[in-house]
């Protein structure tokens, strides 16, 4: 694998469950981000880790629940999610804060 | 602090003519500036960035920006559209260096090719 990997690209979840978005990067970078994108709506900036550590939370609701276990590998846990939650959830990852961002494909969520 | 205005939300061009999508941004030092381009359900794909070097900045696909300090712009062209160009494209905007700096993004132009 190369780049930037998202898994599942697809998921479909009801207001009551628990999943996990899982983001793994093969590019070396030390920063690795979650976006939210939704429809007619700019790209929402949720988290930021550089080395391992959270620099960034956006106001993020606590239903979701980002895990950074090292420098390749990044969770998004959710549960008791909304059906506005329903997006694109893209994941990146850069060699620095500042520098280029390398996004994975994304995992279209839906909430029912 | 810095940020990045993309002028229309969308904007549609014949194909084989030329594509203008404009950016202009707000930075009290001198920048990092990038363009992005989306396709449908799929993630953000660098298409170019400039980080100080040449102000004329090519990229894939054809694609190229100048970076114009005075006009506080850069505006991504192709000269001649392609079908496959239709999708989202997004400026962005860093101030390089430094473990807390990041990018901004725009809120993105979409392209149109008519055929």
């Known amino acids: 694998e190369t780049g930037v990997t998202q898994t599942p690209r697809h998921l479909v979840m009801g207001m009551t469950n628990k999943k996990s978005l899982k983001c793994e990067q093969h590019?070396?970078?030390?920063?690795m981000y979650w976006y939210k994108q939704s429809a007619k709506k700019p790209l929402e900036l949720m988290f930021v880790?550089?080395?391992?550590?959270?620099?960034e939370n956006n106001s993020v609701p606590s239903r979701f629940s980002p895990e950074c276990p090292n420098s390749s590998h990044l969770f998004l846990h959710l549960h008791t999610l909304q059906p506005e939650d329903s997006a694109l959830y893209l994941c990146?990852?850069?060699?620095?804060?500042?520098?280029?961002?390398?996004f994975g494909p994304g995992t279209r969520l839906t909430v029912t | 602090a810095q940020s990045v205005t993309q002028l229309g939300s969308h904007v549609s061009v014949s194909e084989g003519a030329l594509v203008l999508l404009r950016c202009n941004y707000s930075?009290?030092?001198?920048?990092?500036l990038f363009w992005y381009v989306q396709y449908p359900n799929q993630g953000l794909q660098l298409l170019l960035k400039?980080?100080?070097?040449?102000?004329l900045v090519k990229g894939i696909n054809g694609f190229e920006a100048e970076f114009k300090k005075s006009e506080t712009s850069f505006h991504l062209t192709k000269p001649s559209a392609h079908m496959s160009d239709a999708a989202e494209y997004f400026c962005?905007?860093?101030?390089?260096?430094?473990?807390?700096?990041?990018?901004?993004f725009g809120k993105g132009t979409r392209l149109h090719i008519l055929p």
């Open positions: 590019l070396g970078h030390n920063a």
């Open positions: 962005a905007v860093s101030v390089g260096g430094g473990r807390d700096d990041k990018i901004i």
């Open positions: 400039y980080t100080s070097a040449a102000t």
């Open positions: 930075s009290s030092v001198p920048p990092y």
């Open positions: 880790y550089s080395l391992e550590e959270r620099v």
């Open positions: 990146a990852s850069s060699q620095e804060t500042s520098y280029e961002q390398y």
